[in-house]
């Protein structure tokens, strides 16, 4: 069992940064890979990045590479979502997902712990 807890959103302009990050609980959250998905108002809730539980791999959205950079601290159970050059169309909850064996990284149906989501909002 994982919990999963947000921080680090809020409202920044175009072409700024935020971190978030994902606190989890539990001893084995290192086992886990984790991801961050985003989901705006009408939408479907769509893949952003991932990480292997070693943090050796990671997996982005064509429309977050370059910009976007997920990472992990095993030892304090975190992981993170540097986003740096935002864009007003970056406006969304973003949540962190947990999962032991995703078999697709990219897919939401693939990650069985979640959390509660925090507001990004990105004004032009």
């Known amino acids: 069992q994982v919990q999963l807890v947000e921080s680090g959103g809020g409202l920044v302009q175009a072409g700024g940064s935020l971190r978030l990050s994902c606190a989890a609980s539990?001893?084995?959250?290192?086992?886990?890979?984790m991801g961050w998905f985003r989901q705006a108002p009408g939408k479907e809730r769509e893949f952003v990045a991932a990480i292997s539980w070693s943090g050796g791999s990671t997996y982005y959205a064509d429309s977050v590479k370059g910009r976007f950079t997920i990472s992990r601290d095993n030892a304090k159970n975190t992981v993170y979502l540097q986003m740096n050059s935002l864009k007003p169309e970056d406006t969304a909850v973003y949540y962190c997902a947990a999962d032991f064996d995703p078999q697709d990284h990219g897919s939401r149906w693939a990650y069985d712990y979640w959390g509660q989501g925090t507001q990004v909002t990105v004004s032009s």
């Open positions: 539990g001893r084995t959250f290192s086992s886990y890979a």
